[in-house]
């Protein structure tokens, strides 16, 4: 079974730092991975999506990569705001099935 | 509309009650998912459809939960004789189809077991 692990669980960084979070899956057989972030009390938005073919996309200030013979993706922020305090959370797409994270909390200090 | 959309957003009731949960998917995508996050928790696959195909139920914690899509569309998941443990945020999204496509969430029902 797919296992997927973030880390840190939580993170907090001032204002205009560039900041990395990581995701590694148990199982390269994966069709994708999408990074999602999620506000409190609501679902989840969509960053990026890198199908298994791709090694990185990017998005704004995101830049997400993936490298899947050693089962880890990070997603990066460049120039972090108190606006990108939020859960993130990637999953991997095995399947018909995505696996989840559990996710890494952010929190941007003015 | 534009997005899933997934009623009631809030749900309170007693333990042993059923409760119905609804999600409307965007128009168009063949495929839905039922997650549940418990507090904390990532998510936690629970049933799958895709199109006319039998639903993928392995992850249904038990039999008390059932899923439901209506003509290839709406969907409902039923709880019966709901249990404490149940409490949690049930997540609904949809995709275009198949693991390859990205999925797109509803903001979730909030449901707690008194």
């Known amino acids: 079974k797919q296992e997927v692990t973030q880390i840190p669980a939580a993170l907090s960084v001032p204002e205009g730092e560039n900041l990395v979070l990581n995701c590694s899956f148990t199982d390269s057989a994966i069709y994708n991975l999408q990074w999602f972030r999620q506000d409190p009390g609501k679902g989840l938005t969509s960053l990026l999506l890198?199908?298994?073919?791709?090694r990185e996309q990017t998005s704004g200030r995101l830049n997400a990569s993936l490298d899947k013979s050693s089962g880890r993706s990070t997603l990066y922020i460049a120039a972090s705001q108190p606006g990108d305090s939020a859960t993130y959370l990637c999953a991997v797409g095995h399947f018909n099935k995505f696996y989840f994270g559990s996710g890494t909390k952010l929190n941007v200090k003015p | 509309g534009a997005g899933v959309s997934q009623s009631p957003s809030n749900k309170v009731t007693e333990k042993g009650k059923d409760v119905e949960l609804r999600c409307d998917p965007i128009?168009?995508?063949?495929?839905l998912y039922w997650y549940r996050q418990s507090l904390g928790q990532g998510l936690e696959f629970l049933i799958y459809?895709?199109?006319?195909?039998?639903?993928?139920k392995s992850g249904l914690p038990s039999d008390r939960f059932s899923a439901e899509r209506t003509g290839g569309s709406v969907s409902t998941l039923t709880i019966q004789r709901t249990q404490q443990e149940d409490s949690a945020v049930y997540l609904c999204?949809?995709?275009?189809?198949?693991?390859?496509?990205?999925?797109?969430f509803g903001d979730g029902t909030r449901l707690s077991i008194l």
């Open positions: 459809f895709q199109g006319n195909s039998a639903p993928d």
């Open positions: 999204a949809s995709s275009l189809g198949g693991g390859r496509q990205p999925q797109h």
């Open positions: 890198i199908q298994s073919s791709q």
């Open positions: 128009s168009g995508h063949t495929a």
